[in-house]
């Protein structure tokens, strides 16, 4: 019976971390209709809520939402979905000589030429199985922000798929991917993009949105590799 209800804890951890990932994705796409009335109907914080209560270890993501979350709901209150297409283009899309924030790794990794960023986020996803989609005729770079969300959410997605089937290298093998992928990636570079995102944006809903993701970031690689070193055999007496 613990064995069972350890397992479902689990189960329940790893469909959270995904959920979260997937809705902070969606956060830094550019912004539709579907995803606008959810922000302004408050479902898009109380999915975070929900999410963010079934996995314990992100209980400082979770504080971080709590504090930042009036200025968010007030800002996007005033707004139309125009208005808010608009702030993310000015953000995030256009400037001379770039943004203000382009929400690129490429860019926000000094001493590593972007070129070099894509082609191993590209073969990583490669590796995988996944390819960039196309959206309205134009292609995603794969060091995008929402992109590299999404990969997170996949590998926690196959992670509980592997619970579920009781393939324990399986399951190993996507932890460790995720562990490597917030260590060596995400966790890279997010520091500095919420820096400067929080510098040159007098946003609140996107500041908010970046600071929350950034502790989960945080949170969430402390949390797997604990549970990575928890897997490890202990060494037998000689």
Same mark, same amino acid.
């Given at each position: &019976?613990?064995?069972?209800?350890?397992?479902?804890?689990?189960?329940? +951890?790893? #469909? !959270? *971390?995904? #959920?979260? $990932?997937?809705?902070?994705?969606? !956060?830094?796409k550019y912004p539709v209709a579907a995803i606008f009335d959810a922000y302004q109907r408050g479902a898009f914080f109380d999915d975070l809520h929900d999410r963010l209560a079934e996995a314990p270890h992100l209980e400082d993501a979770a504080v971080t939402l709590g504090d930042s979350e009036e200025a968010m709901r007030a800002y996007l209150d005033g707004l139309t979905l125009k208005?808010?297409?608009? !702030? $993310?283009?000015? +953000?995030?899309?256009?400037?001379?000589?770039?943004?203000?924030?382009?929400? $690129? @790794? %490429?860019?926000? *990794?000094?001493? &590593?030429?972007?070129?070099?960023?894509?082609?191993? +986020? #590209?073969?990583? $996803?490669?590796?995988? %199985?996944?390819?960039?989609?196309?959206? @309205?005729?134009?292609?995603?770079?794969?060091?995008?922000?929402?992109?590299?969300?999404?990969? &997170?959410?996949?590998l926690t997605f196959k992670e509980a798929q592997a619970r579920e089937e009781g393939t324990a290298e399986l399951l190993h093998g996507y932890r460790l991917a995720q562990r490597d992928f917030l260590e060596r990636r995400l966790h890279q570079w997010l520091p500095a993009f919420t820096t400067k995102l929080a510098q040159v944006a007098a946003n609140p809903f996107y500041a908010g949105v970046a600071g929350l993701t950034l502790d989960l970031v945080r949170c969430d690689l402390d949390w797997v590799s604990a549970e990575l070193a928890a897997e490890q055999p202990c060494e037998s007496e000689t």
């Open positions: &019976m613990t064995q069972l209800a350890l397992s479902l804890s689990e189960e329940t +951890i790893a #469909s !959270a *971390r995904g #959920s979260l $990932y997937w809705l902070l994705s969606l !956060a830094f208005d808010l297409q608009v !702030a $993310y283009t000015q +953000i995030f899309d256009v400037g001379a000589p770039q943004p203000p924030c382009p929400p $690129y @790794e %490429g860019i926000h *990794r000094p001493g &590593m030429e972007r070129t070099v960023v894509l082609l191993q +986020i #590209s073969e990583l $996803y490669k590796h995988f %199985g996944l390819a960039m989609s196309e959206e @309205e005729g134009k292609r995603e770079l794969p060091d995008h922000l929402s992109a590299e969300l999404q990969f &997170m959410n996949f």
